[in-house]
């Protein structure tokens, strides 16, 4: 399977850039997913990377073949990709063999007792052995969309790109069908481009996770990179939940607000600039008593201002005494701390992660 690759990917619409110079290199066999807010360009690069829209500027390549320049665009059905919708798209008049055989029909060369056998080994593959002459009115969210992703596979196309293609389906089903998804991938290794809204989901089936603002891509990396070592404050903020410190760097690996002092996971920072530091609620550790800290921690003073139990944890809101900082703590139900209750909090500085890039996607 070959890889994708796209340079500085343009597409307006009027004034509004849809995409704005997105650049992204998807490895061969790799599953990447674009994850980002309503509205930042996700399905607009796929259409572009599927052939139905032409860039303003820059290039869609894949393997060795420039398809998508401003000069050209070769058409979506010479591109051996196969697209899945997020509403699946599926014919209501045909069975589910038929909607799965529909894209081997348009296909050369592929004789009649082939097309059936190769759609009846498809089905069991999703798991529809047996659901061959039921329509699409009579299937389940979660039966549908494998019949969509059956349609893909069938035409065993070099490159697949899913458009958000769970978000029909009910919580449970969701959580189900991403790990469906990972087991097909496995099997079939095609080169995948997966757009979703959702983090987790895109931190459970992809190999890496691109995240784009207005646009373009401001950091890709695996879910572990981009959760450890976010680069801007919109990656700290939307893969999971964070705490922004924002100071100033007073030595190349200490930042400070107020007489607040962290030391930081790196040691390049220009004294005098203002530096945003990204710490995980559950990095951060409650000391109460004459309990020990950790050696080697940061170590604050701190009053609870407010508790909710998680059931599985209890969240924590602390004024840090040496600033006019609130931190979020994630601590375990062994620990209760009353609101007003003062203690120390130590965070190791590893955790303690400035952002490197101050505006997002322009360093
Ligand atoms: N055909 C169009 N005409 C005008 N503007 C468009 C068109 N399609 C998309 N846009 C605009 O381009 C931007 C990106 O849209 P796009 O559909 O790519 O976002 P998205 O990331 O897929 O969002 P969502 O998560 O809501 O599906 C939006 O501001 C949208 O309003
Ligand atoms: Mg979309």
């Known amino acids: 399977m070959p890889g994708v690759t796209i340079k500085g990917l343009t597409k307006r619409y009027g004034d509004v850039a849809a995409v704005e110079g997105l650049s992204l290199e998807v490895q061969p066999s790799e599953l990447v997913s674009l994850l980002g807010p309503s509205g930042c360009g996700k399905t607009t690069t796929l259409r572009l990377v599927a052939g139905f829209l032409r860039p303003e500027a820059g290039e869609i390549w894949v393997g060795e ?43 050369a060369g592929v004789s009649k007792t082939e097309r059936e056998a190769r759609v009846k080994d498809m089905l069991r593959v999703v798991q529809l052995g047996g659901y061959e002459s039921r329509y699409p009115g009579e299937l389940s969210g979660g039966q549908q969309q494998r019949v969509a992703v059956a349609r893909a596979l069938v035409v065993e196309p070099e490159i697949l790109l899913l458009d958000e293609p769970l978000s029909n389906l009910d919580a449970n ?42 646009g373009r891509v401001v950091q890709v990396g695996t879910a572990e990179d981009l959760f450890q070592r976010p680069r801007t404050r919109f990656v700290a903020e939307f893969i999971g939940k964070t705490n922004l410190v924002d100071g100033v760097a007073v030595e190349p690996g200490v930042v400070a607000r107020g007489s607040l002092r962290l030391r930081v996971a790196v040691t390049g920072l220009k004294p005098g600039a203002p530096v945003a530091v990204s710490i995980r609620p559950h990095e951060i550790i409650l000391v109460t008593g004459d309990r020990a800290t950790p050696p080697g921690h940061n170590v604050l003073t701190g009053v609870v201002q407010r508790t909710s139990y998680l059931g599985d944890a209890v969240d924590y809101q602390v004024r840090v005494n040496e600033s006019d900082v609130t931190l979020r703590v994630t601590a375990p139900t062994s620990i209760r701390l009353r609101p007003g209750v003062g203690m120390r909090l130590a965070v190791a500085p590893e955790a303690c992660v400035p952002l490197i890039e101050p505006e997002e996607g322009r360093p």
Not at 70 to 94: D, K
Not at 190 to 212: C, F, K
């Open 65 to 107: 073949r420039c398809l998508s320049s401003p000069t050209g665009v070769v058409p979506p059905e010479r591109r051996r990709m196969a697209m899945i919708f997020q509403s699946y798209a599926l014919w209501p008049h045909m069975t589910v063999a038929q909607n799965v055989a529909y894209g081997l029909r348009l296909k």
């Open 173 to 214: 089903l969701r959580e189900e069908m991403r790990f469906e998804i990972r087991r097909l991938h496995a099997t079939f290794a095609i080169t995948t481009l997966y757009v979703t809204h959702d983090q987790g989901e895109a931190m459970v089936i992809s190999d890496r996770v691109a995240v784009l603002y207005r």
